[in-house]
């Protein structure tokens, strides 16, 4: 996502014709400043990824540069959002609150559409793990959701 809200300061050359029509985040570190979740263990990985990947090591209670490089972040100034689902599951070693914190930047820019779902009482897996998991809020594999939401928005 990063790529696609940010696309115009990383790839100079991109244009609207070359973007994304429609992103799918599956378990996606979406604010990198953010320290919260439901379990510390799993909080406290995601921080010492971020750390690593950003090659940063801030101490709080900014995280100034990790939000500032954040998807999250990056909404706010965006010019066009592409349809967007969101999946989590809440037991996620990514903290869910992660694809909520998007979830409401996307919101607060208006205009956007979008779909979180965080998947309750679910087994603890991450990203394409529950690629064929049934999503309780629809019925549906979220396999079968992601591809038709592809097919929908897709020439």
Do not use: C
Not at 123 to 128: G, K, N, Q, T
Not at 136 to 142: E, H, L, M, N
């Amino acid at each position: 996502m990063r790529a696609r809200f940010g696309a115009r300061g990383i790839v100079p050359y991109w244009s609207a014709a070359t973007l994304p029509k429609a992103v799918v985040g599956l378990s996606g570190p979406y604010d990198l400043s953010s320290r919260q979740g439901d379990n510390p263990d799993d909080v406290q990985v995601l921080a010492a990824d971020v750390d690593n990947y950003t090659n940063t090591n801030e101490d709080p209670p900014g995280y100034t540069y990790q939000y500032s490089v954040s998807p999250v972040a990056l909404v706010a100034a965006a010019t066009a959002i592409p349809p967007i689902r969101l999946y989590a599951t809440q037991l996620d070693p990514v903290p869910h609150q992660q694809a909520e914190e998007m979830r409401d930047a996307l919101r607060d820019h208006g205009g956007i559409d979008y779909i979180e779902y965080t998947m309750q009482n679910s087994s603890p897996l991450h990203a394409f793990e529950y690629w064929h998991t049934l999503n309780p809020t629809t019925g549906k594999y979220v396999s079968t959701e992601v591809i038709d939401f592809f097919k929908s928005h897709l020439p």
